[in-house]
């Protein structure tokens, strides 16, 4: 009776940790929307990208899952900088975003200046 009720059950946990996979890289996405905004980046392509999953003991809790999210920002909409943000339970832990003086450096230490060539007769 029991090997009959198995496959069900383990479609149903799938399914499970399907949906909340999804709900939680929404939830992802709407916090990196607003933390970009609350410091006036952009956040481009509209889309986070799950980078790692890893379990992390919360005192008084337990185990929870901890989830770290990749996504693309600008500061001016012509450069695209790398932001993270980490996840418990669908609360931010920790977040990375780029500062809006880091391009102007960035930009400068890549420019080489030309200088006119001289030509020898």
């Not at 003991?57 to 600008?74: A, I, K």
């Amino acid at each position: 009776m029991y090997e009959a009720l198995l496959p069900p059950l383990l479609i149903l946990a799938a399914f499970y940790f399907w949906h909340n996979a999804l709900r939680a890289r929404e939830r992802a996405r709407e916090l990196a929307h607003a933390l970009c905004t609350r410091v006036g980046l952009q956040l481009l392509d509209q889309t986070v990208s799950l980078h790692r999953v890893r379990l992390r003991r919360v005192p008084g809790e337990g185990l929870r899952l901890l989830r770290c999210y990749y996504f693309d920002v600008s500061t001016d909409g012509n450069d695209r900088r790398d932001g993270s943000l980490d996840m418990i339970d669908g609360d931010v832990i920790s977040y990375n975003l780029p500062s809006h003086g880091s391009a102007a450096t960035q930009a400068s230490g890549n420019v080489i200046e030309l200088r006119p060539t001289r030509t020898v007769n």
